[in-house]
C-alpha cells in the first residue's frame, strides 16, 4: 500500500501564489510517476498537472505558465507550485502516484484551495 499526505491548501487573493506538497510513502516501486488533479464544486475531477518517473511534465492548458510540477525523489515528494493563481483555479487538489508503469494508483485526501478577494 501506498500513503500520500497532502499539505500547502489554503485561502490566497487572486494573484496571489500557493505550493502544494505531497509526500508519499509506503511499498512504492522505484518507478513512479506523480501528478495533481483537482476538482471544483459541480465539475468533473480534471488533471492539472503530472511528472514521470524520468522527469516529464504535462500541464492542463489553463495552467501553462503559471503552474509547476516538481518532485524530490530523495524525499518522495511532489510540489505544484501555483502562482498567478485565479479565481477558477478554486477547488479540491488531489495528489496521486502511479506505482509502476502500470500502476496501480494511489491518491490523497485531497487539500483545499480557494481564490477570492
Known amino acids: 500500500q501506498v500513503q500520500l499526505m497532502e499539505s500547502g491548501g489554503g485561502l490566497v487573493q487572486p494573484g496571489g501564489s500557493l505550493r502544494l506538497s505531497c509526500a508519499a510513502s509506503g511499498s512504492i516501486f522505484s518507478s513512479y510517476a506523480m501528478g495533481w488533479s483537482r476538482q471544483a464544486p459541480g465539475k468533473q475531477r480534471e488533471s492539472v498537472a503530472h511528472?514521470?518517473?524520468?522527469?516529464?511534465?504535462q500541464y492542463l492548458d489553463s495552467v501553462k505558465g503559471r503552474f509547476t510540477i516538481s518532485r524530490d525523489n530523495a524525499k518522495r515528494t511532489v510540489y505544484l507550485q501555483m502562482n498567478s493563481l485565479k479565481p477558477e483555479d478554486t477547488a479540491v487538489y488531489y495528489c496521486?502516484?502511479?506505482?509502476?508503469?502500470?500502476?496501480?494508483?494511489?491518491w490523497g485526501q485531497g487539500t483545499q484551495v480557494t481564490v477570492s478577494s
Open positions: 511528472i514521470s518517473s524520468g522527469g516529464l511534465r
Open positions: 496521486s502516484l502511479r506505482n509502476g508503469d502500470y500502476g496501480p494508483d494511489f
